[in-house]
């Protein structure tokens, strides 16, 4: 049957969200674990590199190739319920390998170079590594580095035999189009857009299904941007349509949701509502697209990209997360779409690049790079192949003013005469940490550059430093990045708000009768609960609390600044990238911490993110307000979960309504959102009668999830979040 590609566009869509909606818990990638089990064995006596590279050309020559009619984009992967034997086989190399890993290293939460990947081709790559070789040998390189890219060769060379063999199954099926797209990849580097973008998907899904082992999330990187070129040339040239390109998107975004299991795992894992990291790698893994932003040069541009790859953006689709850059030109009409696809409870997150980048240069992130800046899952930044994580420091901001403050008997270590006394010594506490962390960081750092690699990575493959350097990122990447958690500051702005009116206000109660009733976790302290409650609080627009907010996240990140500078020689010498993303830790660290001066009872959550204490906001204008006041141009990356009643965005009059608000918070300084729009009469609805709402999405941190495929313990989470009007 001859499709058009709208007709296939339609076809795929209706598949892929039949599939997100009923896919069986247990589907399973089985030609990913059999295969990958044989790989280990045949080769598990061979150095890392080399084991890894023959590994993938095993599995990849040997795994299906499946494509339907439709397909105007190829990269499916086969997947199944196991029969009961196939489920035996699977608890036989699930327990073979549970402390033996497959040859699987990769963790994802990274962004590759794509804009080398597309500017080479894999058959470009492959040259480079093998020149990178024979540089190594003339020179008297080490082995150890010579095997690292021989690696690294092969792993090229898997990646396009898997995509040369599509070629054969595409011409098989009739797909004569889509077969020539892949020999024109095989051959070298992608000459239009379509070409282009299909060497992006195979490259993300062969990484997220093969080559990762599991929680395969991966950023695609700024796609309008290094896909501008092939677009603009081919509407030129006038081989391609702006309608086609939105085809050929639909096909992109529903090949990268089609691999998603079901359920979630940060509150749902193991649950008989979740597919599992075994079964599927990719789970729920959210892979992220970057579109809009500021140039790599800093200048603002009008992308043709951005706006069709916002239109095509799919509100069923679980999969894959887009995140829209904002600058302070971002146009109206851009604007409007944004807003439009944030009410339909798209998986779209928004950031603000007048904040991120001011961050990023602060700190030491170059220009160029700071403007070319990526997210990835869940909510963390990087640099485009040329960063590499090494570690998180930092954790909830109320556990540190209790350590600073009180002792091990819950007693105040002194009786403090001024709030300002208090906040020195959380300064101090804060200081004392961080010294010892950047202490460690530094003594890794310093021999670093000499090592030799030890391992690699498959994600090293498609990363700058790697290949220019023979050696692992984490030896080379220009920026070694250390995220520096600071977060839950609605509770602890509280915290610091209820402390200062209780015990420096008009009406003081003393130290001891205060720290008796946190240590009695308010048992027989009834007024004093009472007073700690209707302190002021964060998220209300009160300045009483907010500017607590404020002076904590300053005092917070200055230190992190100054202690990021050597202090022998004054070079700023530790990339420590501030961000606020507790993901779902603010129940764990909540369960953990006693009672607090805000009036939060022992174990209760604490507050999340950037948002306020539970059931403090009502007012979305007032919540906005007071996140917006915050100093978000010190912070690189985190989460604000806003949860918005459908009668608010709905109608001409609430797209209005949205984009003037949302606006208005950017405007003022805010630095991210992501909404969920869902009322909690209606969440509550979905839990009685879940078929009625296979539909209805939520924001987790920084993915997206059914709301009916979450355990019940994870649905109470979602509707505990404050609904705003």
Known sequence: MNYTKKDKSSLLLRETVESLRNKPVKSTFMERLILSDRA?????????????????????????????????????????????????????????????????????????????????????????????????????????RVIFLRGMSLVYQAYLRFIERYADAAEEAGLCDAAEVCRNLVKGAPATFREAIQLVLFIANIFSVYSARNNATLCCGRVDEYLLPFYQRDIESGILTREDAGYIIDDFNCKIALLTGRGEHQMSYKSEFATGWFRNPMYDSPTYVIIGGYTISGEYRENPLTKLFLERLYPRLENPLYVFRRTKNTTEDLWTIVCDKLRQNSTLLVYNDETVIPAMLRSGVKAADANNYTIHGCNWPDIHGASFYYGASGG????????????????????????????????????????????????????????????????????????????????????????????????????????????????????????????????????????????????????????????????????????????????????????????????????????????????????????????????ATALLNSVSKLPLDRFSAGAFNVRMPKNFVSGDAGLENLKILLGTYFEDGGMQVQISVADTKELRDAQKNPDNYRDLMVRITGYSALFVDMIDHAQEEIIKRDEMS
Not at 49 to 54: C, M, N, S, W
Not at 98 to 119: A, Q
Not at 507 to 512: A, Q, R
């Open 40 to 144: 280990t064995d045949l080769y598990g006596g061979l150095s890392q590199p080399i084991k890894l590279g023959f590994c993938h050309q095993y599995v990849l020559e040997n795994v299906s190739c499946p494509v339907k009619p439709y397909d105007i984009l190829l990269g499916r992967f086969e997947e199944h319920v196991p029969t009961e034997e196939e489920e035996e086989i699977i608890n036989e190399i699930h327990a073979k390998h549970d402390e033996i890993h497959m040859y699987m290293v990769d963790m994802g939460h990274c962004t590759f170079d794509w804009e080398t990947i597309v500017k080479l081709g894999l058959p470009g790559l492959i040259e480079d590594a093998e020149r990178r070789i024979q540089k190594q040998l003339a020179n008297g390189g080490e082995a150890k």
């Open 396 to 619: 909830p901001i109320p556990g540190y003013i209790m350590n600073a403050l009180f002792d091990d008997n819950g007693r105040f270590i002194k009786e403090f005469g001024a709030i300002d006394e208090m906040y020195e010594l959380i300064g101090q506490c804060w200081r004392n940490y961080l010294k010892s962390e950047f202490a460690e960081l530094r003594e890794f750092m310093r021999g670093r550059k000499e090592t030799p690699p030890d391992i690699l990575r498959t994600f090293e493959c498609f990363s700058r430093g790697s290949r220019e350097c023979a050696t692992s990122m984490m030896y080379c990447a220009e920026y070694l990045m250390r995220y520096v958690t600071i977060r839950n500051i609605g509770t602890a702005a509280d915290m610091m708000a209820a402390m200062e009116e209780m015990l420096f206000g008009d009406d003081p109660v003393s130290f001891d009768r205060l720290a008796d009733a946190l240590w009695e976790n308010f048992e027989g302290f009834e007024d004093i609960l009472k007073r700690c409650r209707s302190a002021p609080k964060y998220g209300q627009d009160d300045d009483r609390a907010d500017r607590h907010a404020v002076r904590l996240m300053n005092l917070f990140t200055d230190i992190v600044y100054e202690e990021s500078f050597d202090s022998e020689t004054g070079v700023q010498d530790i990339c420590a990238l501030c961000v606020t993303t507790t993901d779902m830790d603010h129940i764990y660290q909540g369960g953990r911490m006693d009672a607090t001066p805000d009036g939060r009872r022992a174990h209760a959550d604490l507050s999340e993110n950037l948002s306020p204490s539970r059931n403090v906001s009502e007012s």
